[in-house]
């Protein structure tokens, strides 16, 4: 029976142009989404790379510098030396020999990589620089570079498919079965069809299941052609394990909308109120509760004024020459191209640079960790009202999934300072031993490789966000189910 | 008639049900959001004025030093809200809120909010404007829908044509009703909102506040009457309330949501700014090519020839000036024209993306009064580009003073070879460069910035008032 009615309301539908141009409009959505988000991550990794080709690039002129220097040196005999100073080119050893030139002139770009699935949801990647510069200046500069775009659209938002999935398919939904039954109630068929040997939790069933059907063929249908055409590592586990979560997330979601359908067609009354219902509730949802939700983030844990931070850093900074540095050391700090040849003082200078850089760093590193602790407590409050609405926890979810979340690129900000500490280890020891930097050694540099968060804090983060999405769901379709034998089957 | 009709119209949308909820609702969230932004704002404010104040005394009393390492510890320009952040706060989560102004380096502005926010941040700022902007429509729409299809259905529209009245008449005494509804809710929140402000006086530029205020409410009036008279005329062309209500919920989603972030791609489409990584590395490439393509160390012994010429010596410590800061400010000066480009190429970039997304103004109203609204606020890009141009000019000045006086002031050392010897200056010379101020934009320059987005909503409302009478025209007796 229920196959029965199920085919001859896809029939019906098929039918309709409504069904037609809502499946259209949705099909047009997720392609323009797909292209607009490969877009995106395609601009990040191409920004990634022309800044660690030209970075790279400095380097490799260092290097070549000091294999020029190496082959005089074996021709015209004497000792490879280390470079004190800058020399005018030809004369003595070159820059590229001293491990701190190197190490502060130069930056050492490290990536987090997007997952396979970063164009689905932009997340905060479009905020967020996913390349950062390494080098002996301090993590409180690195940090400070932004990814260019314009304010006005980082404000309007992307339109990727997590912005799809989230606004516009619970749209869909609605539009498609808010008048489930009060349509047929209204033509007065309901009464009729009832009279059939079939119940109304058959019929309501139905044709929930044939729309879902629809619905959900065309948008997991042309979620798998965006990941063939803007997916990145579609030969790795990890890509298809997040996108069978992407799956399993937008199941989740999508049937809660329907289940809400469901849900005000039995309380309801006439379509048209039912519409207006269930407009005011998408509202509520979707836009109303995420913008409460994160005003009470903000309003409860704010996190301190950058101004005065940078008031208070510039103090630190006062307060570090005043102690480390005499006035003349300090000029040439800014400027060591400035020392005369030969002039002992350069290293001094170097050596002091860097032990200015360390005490400003740890001057001010407990105000940068108020920040990163407020913002922590911001998101922990996000997380526990998350069960609010279906909308935040499904954009935390696919964040998640697609790994532009704000927890993995902090992931990844530990690992850059932990890299960075390395970094300075490495071309201050060399530094201060003298030790004379060789061709050979540029190929010994510290590396930095991302290591991808364990997927057991990927699940712990995205479990509750399923999990509340299912419970949500189950609870919408238990009631109105409850409630339908008390049914009003005639219009009042 | 015409006012019988409206107040037939009024009392019942105010007895609905529909009505007590969605204006609750809607008062309840304006009030918060108007309240959470003025306690931001004036915070915010405060917490500039003072940073801009301090940033000022530390740049006096750095110290005794070198001036020119006087311009390496250089200066902090802080961005001021803009007048109405706390209605409207625009960009202001999204562009940066200090620009380091600093010897040999134009900076891009630090600091923006939303990176102190978490993620959902992103679903936007509960603001006045945001609510008006996307809120109001629907309150419109929930309030009028039925004005004609549900006349209609219930069989009444018949029997008020047969009374005589015009179609006309209807009309207008329609929008007349619907509109008392939606004022009733929405004046009273936001005189309250402008009273507060006013006794608060804690915001400057009050001198054309007035002014503002009165464009502002211009420009959301002519909206509220789009959305106003694009009900009624859905209500009287479609046949049921419910087709006419997904018909016009359908057209609120796409102005209010699909077509901002359309625009905004396709304008990031037509007008591509360069991702950070290639930016930086195209703009350092083009420093050290030299902007001609002559590099600057070239540029600079040329240079030296000339000016040894001109003085008619042959060695740096004959000349009349301190020579390494000459050879400082020159090399500042060949970065002028790369930064000028480069960064030029960025703000160009985003002024091209809003004219583009301007443009769809055409198939979205609220656009238009989305750019109107934050510019009008004070939150905008003009506004920002504005304080970037600003701290760049500053920074310049800065440097040029320093150098200009280290250039003077050290002429004794171009003899000298010996790093122990140097320069050194104080308070009084640091005191030549004037404190760092923001004049923002005069809001006729940017009323004029904005002239077609008013133009559009105007052409919006009346097209909208036109196929209202279009469609009222055409309700007839027979047909109903």
Known sequence: MLKLIISHEARQMMRTGALWSILALLVAAIVFAAWAGGRSIRRQVEGAQAAETFENGLRNHMRADTEKYQARVKAQGGEYQFAAVRHSPGKGPPQGTNAGAVGAETSKYVTLPPTGLAALSVGQSDIQLNYLPVSLATTLDMTKNLELENPVNLATGSFDIAFVVIFLLPIFILAMSYDLLSSEKERGTLAMILAHPVSIRELLASKIISRAAVMLTVVLGFGVIALFAIGTGLDTADTWIRFGLWIVATLLYSMFWFALAVLINVYGRNSASNGTVLAGIWLILVVIVPQLVSMLATTIYPTPSRMELTIASRAAQTDAEKHYMSKLDEYYYDHLEFIPEGDKKAMDFLTLSQANNNSIEKALRPLYDDFQEQLNKQETLVQRFQFLSPAIMMQLALNEISGTSSDRYEYFLDQVYAFHDQWKEYFSTKFLQRYPLKPADYDNFPEFQYREQPFGAVMARLGPSLLGMLILFLGLVLVPFLALHNYQVASR | ?480
């Open chain 2, 1 to 480: 008639m015409i006012i019988s009709i409206a107040r037939k119209e009024f009392t019942e949308i105010v007895r609905d049900g529909r009505f007590k909820w969605t204006a609750a609702i809607m008062v309840l969230l304006l009030i918060t959001a108007m309240l959470a932004g003025y306690q931001k704002y004036s915070t915010a404010t405060r917490i500039q004025q003072a940073a801009q104040a301090s940033t000022n005394e530390q740049w006096l009393n750095q110290g005794d030093k070198n001036p020119h390492s006087a311009a390496h510890f250089g200066n902090y320009a802080f961005k001021p809200a803009g007048p109405l952040a706390y209605f409207d706060n625009g960009i202001s989560n999204y562009a940066g809120t200090a620009v380091f102004m600093e010897a040999h380096k134009e900076n891009f502005a630090i600091g923006r909010p939303a990176t102190d926010q978490s993620e959902i941040a992103r679903f936007g700022d509960l603001s006045g404007a945001n609510i008006l902007q996307l809120l109001l429509p629907l309150l419109i729409i929930f309030l009028g829908f039925t004005a004609f299809s549900g006349e209609r259905e219930s069989g009444t529209l018949r029997q008020v044509l047969s009374m005589g009245v015009t179609n006309r008449q209807l009309l207008w005494g329609k929008a007349l009703g619907v509109g008392t509804a939606v004022m009733v809710v929405v004046v009273p929140c936001l005189l309250a909102g402008s009273i507060v402000l006013s006794m608060a006086g804690s915001v400057d530029h009050t001198e054309d506040m007035g002014t503002r205020i009165a464009l502002l409410s211009a420009a959301y009036l002519m909206y509220a009457g789009i959305f106003l008279f694009l009900t009624l005329a859905v209500s009287a062309l479609t046949k049921h309330a419910r087709t006419t209500l997904m018909v016009l919920i359908g057209f609120w989603a796409f102005t209010g949501f699909l077509m901002p972030k359309t625009a905004s791609e396709i304008s990031k489409f037509t007008n591509p700014t360069p991702a950070f990584g290639k930016w930086m590395a195209d703009m350092r490439t083009h420093q050290m090519r030299g902007f001609d393509g002559v590099p600057p160390f070239v540029k600079f012994a040329k240079y030296t020839r000339e000016v040894f010429k001109k003085y008619g010596v042959d060695k740096v410590a004959d000349l009349p000036m301190y020579f390494v800061a000459v050879r400082l400010q020159k090399l500042e000066e060949y970065d002028y024209p790369v930064f000028d480009q480069h960064y030029g190429m960025i703000r160009n970039a985003y002024a091209e993306q809003r004219r583009v997304q301007d443009r769809f103004g055409l198939i979205d109203p609220t656009l238009p009064l989305r750019s109107i609204s934050m510019a009008i606020a004070g939150t905008d890009l003009i506004q920002h580009v504005k304080f970037m141009t600003e701290a760049e000019a500053y920074r310049r000045n800065m440097v040029i003073k320093m150098n200009d006086y280290l250039s003077k002031a050290a002429v004794s050392l171009n003899a000298t070879s010996s790093s122990s010897n140097y320069m050194r200056a104080d308070e009084k010379v640091f005191a030549r460069v004037p404190p760092f101020e923001f004049e923002p934009p005069r809001l006729g320059d940017i009323v004029a910035e904005h002239r077609s987005n008013f133009i559009l909503l105007a052409l919006w409302l009346a097209a909208a008032i036109g196929i209202a009478l279009f469609a009222v025209n055409r309700i007839d007796m027979e047909r109903n």
